[in-house]
Nanobody
């Protein structure tokens, strides 16, 4: 089973940028569709973006299209989420998960511990 570790969260002003990373030490990670999710206080966890194993297919939630970009470097076993034009409503704990089936974490999938993103107005 994958063991995912997120990093890159922090506090940023509205309009700013952050890049999140999701890494795993196991080589099987490179074969998985990987996703980013987020959970804001008092809200349910929601899908943000996903990327297939080659990096050639990506999906985004409507709320982040045009502002967030998911990518991966399989040589480094790492998936990234580049976030620009951040808004206060992007404030949440961000989680990566793998493997995904569509936009849903597979039954055998795993979650990272999460990284906090806070966008101030």
């Amino acid at each position: 089973q994958v063991q995912l570790v997120e990093s890159g969260g922090g506090l940023v002003q509205a309009g700013g940028s952050l890049r999140l990373s999701c890494a795993d030490s196991k080589p099987t990670f490179a074969a998985y569709t990987v996703g980013w999710f987020r959970q804001a206080p008092g809200k349910e966890r929601e899908f943000v973006a996903s990327i297939n194993w080659t990096g050639g297919r990506t999906y985004y939630a409507d709320s982040v299209k045009g502002r967030f970009t998911i990518s991966r470097d399989n040589a480094k076993n790492t998936v990234y989420l580049q976030m620009i034009s951040l808004k206060p409503e992007d404030t949440a704990v961000y989680y990566c998960a793998a493997p995904l089936q569509g936009t849903v974490v597979a039954g055998t999938g795993a979650w990272g511990q999460g990284t906090q993103v806070t966008v101030s107005s």
